[in-house]
């Protein structure tokens, strides 16, 4: 049923699931990472085109800690380049992907979400 976590994944048990240094939100400080002021310079560069919901599902606001499902975080939806929209990159485990209009750091071993930005693309 949509709304609720999917199971863990079988990877989730794995060594490579749980990394020794945790995502640390504090990026949002560093003026190298200030996403917001580089989309406001270079708009075209966050409006990728249509988001293609691998359910058909409508949009569900996640958060922090929440496990999404793996559809929604593979390799299709990652943003290989994170430096493009000025985000830190992803270390270990952790992906930064496009859910819809939001950009999403989820750990691709569990499916659990280590950061989010709501409306981050148009």
């Known amino acids: ?3 609720t976590e999917p199971p863990a994944p079988s990877t989730a048990n794995t060594r490579h699931a749980h990394p020794n240094r945790h995502w640390n939100t504090d990026w949002r400080r560093d ?19 249509f988001y293609y919901d691998p359910f058909g599902w409508d949009y569900f606001r996640y958060g922090l800690g929440w496990r999404m499902w793996p ?30 209009h939001d950009a999403v750091l989820v750990n691709i071993y569990t499916g659990q979400i280590a950061d989010i930005i709501y409306n981050f693309f148009w």
């Open 31 to 49: 003026h190298r990472y200030d996403w917001n002021d580089w989309r406001r310079r270079h708009r075209s560069r966050f409006h990728i085109g």
């Open 1 to 3: 049923m949509f709304g």
């Open 71 to 100: 559809s929604y975080y593979g390799s299709s939806f990652w943003l290989n380049d994170p430096w493009y929209y000025r985000l830190p990159p992803a270390y270990g485990p952790y992906r930064w992907v496009r859910y819809h």
